[in-house]
């Protein structure tokens, strides 16, 4: 016995350096979430708020892949909250894919949540005081291409006890005002930011504490509270900021860096910024000292955090996030908007407080739901490619990559690597 203590700890070692990342292309502190993967599909079968077949009944319980046979707006009345380890793969919806409109969400202890592909639009009819999305509390959790806008107080926050967690290729924009925030970014188990564009908000864009890795990100037209707020305080943070690139818009007042302190340690690499309005793009380079960067105290080493695979250029990050930044499978009209702004350099843009200054949700196209003769979430044609077999619900099976096949169909819908 007392040699298999040993031994098992190897194994256990073993095991955690080769993680399975979430899907191809996941990385960051969240990267090896697992979500559902050890249990079942749900498809989403309609649109409704609630009830059987709807997205609210699908996250309720841990251990599911969730997929969709519809697509279109689902309309909420109240939050929706998330169980543990469930992965939602909204690029498998037909047509334009899925908005959910109305209020907010909560992924609070959700942890080894998986998200991808699907907009989270909360709007004034939300819930008073809360998020689009929450997350208090929770590890190992991974959102990716996600939209995220109007916000009734943050739009997508992370604080308490939790970590281990990715905000990857995300919009997050117009938290409706007065409050009109981007997001509060507080904990000391890690946060990695990458590739997102934070877009209208007045302040929060976003502001972090704590152990936090912000690379490749685009921050527009932020109003008068602040850009990247470093909000140390007395609690101690560590953080690198590498690859950025600020462009200041109509609403913007203030400079990209703000409120940072002695207790605010950063490591800043290559971040540009351009301030003028112009409607041309031609940021330069912030130099590295205290002063450009709100007063941070700036260190010469990189924090050891998961690393992302190819680190961008700013001009590289932002013709990535305008092209697939966001629910980009198809781009909704709000998105469409939103992209434009930043394509104007400093000429549009605004913060709003009623969701109707962006013509609401608006309309999509639900497409048609594919055959899908043994009902286990991957259509009869797609596996044929794979060579499951369309008469047996076999889609929770793990294939040779250790993805199951629902997941290896649902990747091959979406571009795989940084995009
Ligand atoms: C979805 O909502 C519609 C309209 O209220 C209702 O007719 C239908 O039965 C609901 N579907 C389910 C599965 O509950
Ligand atoms: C996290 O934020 C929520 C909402 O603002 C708050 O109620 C809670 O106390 C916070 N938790 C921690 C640990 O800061
Ligand atoms: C994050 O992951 C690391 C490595 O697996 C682990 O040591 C740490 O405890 C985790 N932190 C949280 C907050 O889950
Ligand atoms: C960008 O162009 C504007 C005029 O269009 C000019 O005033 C500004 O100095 C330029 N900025 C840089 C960094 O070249
Ligand atoms: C401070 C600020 O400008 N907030 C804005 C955030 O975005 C919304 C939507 O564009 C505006 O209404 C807010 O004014």
Same mark, same amino acid.
């Given at each position: 016995m007392r040699l298999t203590l040993p031994l098992l700890s190897v194994l256990a070692l073993l095991q955690s350096t080769s993680a399975l990342v979430a899907f191809p292309g996941a990385e960051g502190f969240g990267a090896d979430a697992v979500g559902g993967r050890q249990g079942d599909v749900y498809i989403v079968s309609n649109l409704n708020d609630s009830g059987e077949g709807s997205l609210r009944d699908a996250v309720s319980e841990s251990d599911r892949i969730v997929v969709f046979s519809v697509g279109g707006v689902i309309e909420i009345t109240d939050r929706i909250v998330v169980s543990k380890r469930?992965?939602?793969l909204g690029q498998t919806a037909p047509g334009d894919g899925i908005t959910v409109y109305g209020n907010g969400w909560s992924f609070s202890n959700a942890d080894e949540s998986i998200v991808r592909y699907i907009r989270v639009r909360m709007g004034k009819g939300g819930s008073s005081g809360k998020d689009a999305i929450t997350i208090a509390d929770g590890s190992n959790m991974i959102f990716d291409h996600l939209s995220v806008?109007?916000? #009734?107080d943050e739009t997508f926050s992370i604080n308490g006890s939790g970590g281990n967690i990715t905000v990857q290729n995300s919009i997050i924009g117009q938290g409706l005002q007065t409050h009109s925030c981007g997001g509060l970014i507080q904990t000391d188990g890690g946060v990695s930011l990458l590739r997102n564009l934070y877009i209208d908000?007045?302040?929060r864009n976003p502001k972090v504490k704590g152990v936090n890795e912000f690379t490749n990100n685009v921050v527009?037209?932020?109003?008068?509270?602040g850009g990247y707020i470093a909000g140390g305080s007395s609690a101690e943070s560590f953080v690198n900021v590498i690859g950025n690139y600020f462009i200041s818009g109509p609403s913007t007042s203030v400079t990209?860096?703000? #409120?940072?302190?002695e207790n605010f340690h950063a490591y800043v690499d290559t971040n540009f910024y351009d301030s003028d309005k112009d409607g041309t793009l031609n940021g330069s380079e912030l130099g590295v000292s205290s002063t450009n960067y709100g007063g941070m105290d700036l260190v010469t080493t990189r924090y050891d955090y998961p690393a992302v695979a190819s680190t961008l250029t700013p001009e590289e990050a932002l013709a990535y996030i305008t092209k697939y930044g966001g629910a980009s499978k198809v781009r909704d009209s709000v998105d469409s908007k939103l992209i434009d702004q930043v394509e104007s350099y400093g000429k549009d843009g605004a913060l709003i407080s009623d969701?109707?200054?962006?013509g609401g949700a608006g309309d999509l196209d639900?497409?048609?739901?594919p055959t899908d003769t043994d009902g286990d979430g991957i259509p009869d044609a797609a596996e044929e490619e794979l060579?499951?077999?369309p008469k047996t619900a076999d889609s929770m099976k793990l294939d040779s990559s250790g993805y199951t096949y629902l997941e290896v169909w649902a990747n091959s819908l979406v571009p795989s690597s940084y995009q």
């Open positions: 469930v992965t939602i806008s109007w916000g #009734r908000n007045k302040t527009y037209n932020w109003g008068g509270g990209a860096f703000t #409120r940072g302190n969701e109707a200054d962006m639900g497409g048609s739901s060579g499951t077999d």
